[in-house]
């Protein structure tokens, strides 16, 4: 009787480890504090061939780096404003802002993802503001009274929109012929979606970032880091845009990148 010859199972390739941060919600319930990152940002990079990876804002900074030297690329989410304190701003109101912990921890981990590793990066809207501030630059604290010249309406009111009702304000954007998000979305033009009422400084973009993309009104939409390394970060949601491929393409870019990174890294012992 022949016996058929065992059949070796094929290894999985491995998927790509994505890191993303966590927004935290304390407020005046201690009891109920937790750190949470919307399922729009996870679904997004498992659906690009990622594993997400959620990072805690640790405390004790030894615990960051030992979580990134997990992750092969790495997602800033959007969320509050972050305290202007850290880049020369006026104070706001406490209601507006990120609390202390989530401010503190992020800062300390776009910086040392940017300047102390080689991760590919995106950033969405708070994520692309804060690969900003992490780099020495600064925001328009509110885009109404600070520059009424840009002024694009929702409703002939604001930028904000209601992202919960789905009538979030859709505008166009242009992008820099040859940029790296150009290449990666396949325009020099592009359909977006916002809620935002900050915007990166055009005065006062940080260290070696490059704006490469506008909406009409002058708002910079996107900026990147220019060379090899993947750094994008864009003012808009594109978590939220998984059914127009413009937008998958940035989180397959990214998870390609991380990809590629992760191949190149001896495999550890």
């Known amino acids: 009787?022949?016996?058929?010859?065992?059949?070796?199972?094929?290894?999985?390739?491995?998927?790509?480890?994505?890191?993303?941060?966590?927004?935290?919600?304390?407020?005046?319930?201690?009891?109920?504090?937790?750190a949470v990152c919307h399922l729009h940002y996870i679904d997004a990079v498992a659906a690009a061939g990622g594993l997400p990876l959620l990072i805690a804002p640790y405390r004790d900074q030894s615990l960051m780096i030992e979580a990134l030297a997990r992750v092969d690329g790495m997602v800033f989410i959007g969320g509050d404003d972050y305290d202007p304190a850290t880049y020369g701003g006026r104070p706001q109101p406490a209601e507006q802002l990120v609390g202390e912990r989530r401010n503190r921890f992020?800062?300390?981990?776009?910086e040392h993802v940017i300047e102390r590793t080689a991760l590919p990066v995106l950033g969405v809207c708070g994520g692309h503001q804060l690969i900003n501030i992490a780099r020495g630059g600064a925001l328009v604290q509110?885009?109404?009274?600070?520059?009424p010249a840009a002024s694009l309406s929702h409703d002939s009111?604001?930028?904000?929109?209601?992202?919960?009702?789905?009538n979030v304000f859709r505008h166009v954007v242009r992008l820099t012929r040859g940029s790296a998000i150009a290449?990666?979305?396949?325009?020099?033009?592009?359909?977006?979606?916002?809620?935002?009422?900050?915007?990166?400084?055009?005065?006062?973009?940080?260290?070696?970032?490059?704006?490469?993309?506008?909406?009409e009104d002058g708002v910079i939409e996107a900026v990147e880091l220019p060379g090899e390394r993947l750094v994008i970060g864009v003012q808009w949601h594109p978590e939220r845009l998984g059914d127009?491929?413009?937008?998958?393409?940035?989180?397959?870019?990214?998870?390609?990148?991380?990809?590629?990174?992760?191949?190149?890294?001896?495999?550890?012992?």
């Open 1 to 34: 009787m022949d016996h058929a010859t065992p059949q070796t199972a094929m290894p999985t390739a491995r998927r790509p480890v994505i890191g993303l941060n966590m927004a935290v919600m304390e407020g005046d319930l201690p009891l109920r504090a937790k």
């Open 106 to 110: 992020d800062l300390r981990l776009a």
């Open 142 to 147: 509110d885009i109404a009274t600070d520059w």
């Open 157 to 166: 009111t604001s930028r904000t929109g209601t992202p919960q009702a789905g």
């Open 183 to 215: 290449r990666i979305v396949g325009g020099e033009t592009l359909a977006t979606n916002s809620w935002h009422h900050q915007a990166i400084d055009p005065k006062r973009i940080g260290r070696g970032l490059v704006a490469t993309g506008w909406s």
């Open 244 to 269: 127009e491929p413009e937008h998958r393409a940035l989180f397959g870019a990214l998870v390609r990148s991380a990809a590629a990174g992760a191949s190149r890294r001896p495999a550890s012992t």
